[in-house]
């Protein structure tokens, strides 16, 4: 389910209008909140632009999987494997090369004819970017210098907003299996071996309370 969940992801970021919340800065890492245009509650997410270039960094709730787009308007980039490469105090670099060809990764053009390259990152990169200076996105020898002023404060927001969620969903799913599992004592049959209760005669089952137990149940799924 999680793979297939961030394939969806994948493939609905590769053509993403961005829109900058109001209290976005050029060269500075922003968070995206609630009431900002584009806000995804199961996508909390960091940004930082250059000119019409961009680097967005997401955080795929509840299941915590980090995913990066990069955007670069340079045109001519159709089909480029883009290098990202983070620019240590040290003046060492550590890069990771994402290829074109992967089935992982999704391409798609920008309306300036450049390229934006969606793909999902360890926890173990993201981490190395908050000690960084810069994060540099090449293709085709071009590259874009991106400031990472603001990340570790950016990512602060964005874990916290994906926790929230996260937290969230488990809850409205824990309420969900509880609620099946009320309607499902209340109508359970004595010989249906799948039941995990001993149920008992139909002239037995309360009426009312079997129905006050499967109301939400039914309307949650009508199907079953």
């Known amino acids: 389910m999680t793979l297939l969940r961030i394939a969806a992801v994948l493939l609905g970021l590769c053509s993403f209008a961005f829109v900058s919340p109001a209290s976005a800065k050029d060269d500075y890492w922003t968070p995206q909140l609630w009431g900002d245009p584009g806000f995804d509650e199961e ?11 961009l680097i967005a960094v997401r955080l795929m709730a509840p299941d915590m999987i980090w995913v990066v787009s990069v955007k670069l308007d340079i045109p001519g980039l159709e089909g480029a494997d883009v290098i990202n490469s ?19 990764v999704m391409q798609s053009p920008t309306s300036g004819g450049g390229l934006l390259t969606t793909f999902a990152v360890s926890y173990d990169f993201i981490q190395e970017a908050l000690t960084a200076k810069r994060w540099i996105a090449s293709a085709d020898g071009m590259q874009v210098s991106f400031s ?20 969230t969903i488990a809850q409205a799913e ?37 129905i006050d137990a499967c109301d939400w149940a039914l309307s949650d799924d009508p199907g079953n």
């Not at 996508?43 to 000119?51: E, H, K, R, Y």
């Open 43 to 53: 996508l909390p997410t960091a940004f930082v632009d250059n000119g019409p270039h």
């Open 86 to 104: 983070l620019l240590r105090p040290d003046g060492s670099r550590l890069k990771l090369t994402v290829s074109h060809a992967s089935d992982a």
């Open 148 to 167: 990472l002023d603001g990340f570790s404060d950016a990512l602060d927001t964005v874990e916290m907003l994906a926790n929230d969620i996260g937290h």
């Open 174 to 210: 824990s309420d969900r299996e509880q609620a099946l599992a009320r309607c499902a004592e209340q109508v359970a049959h004595p010989y249906d071996s799948a039941s995990a209760f001993d149920g008992g005669a139909w002239d037995d089952i309360d009426a009312e309370a079997a």
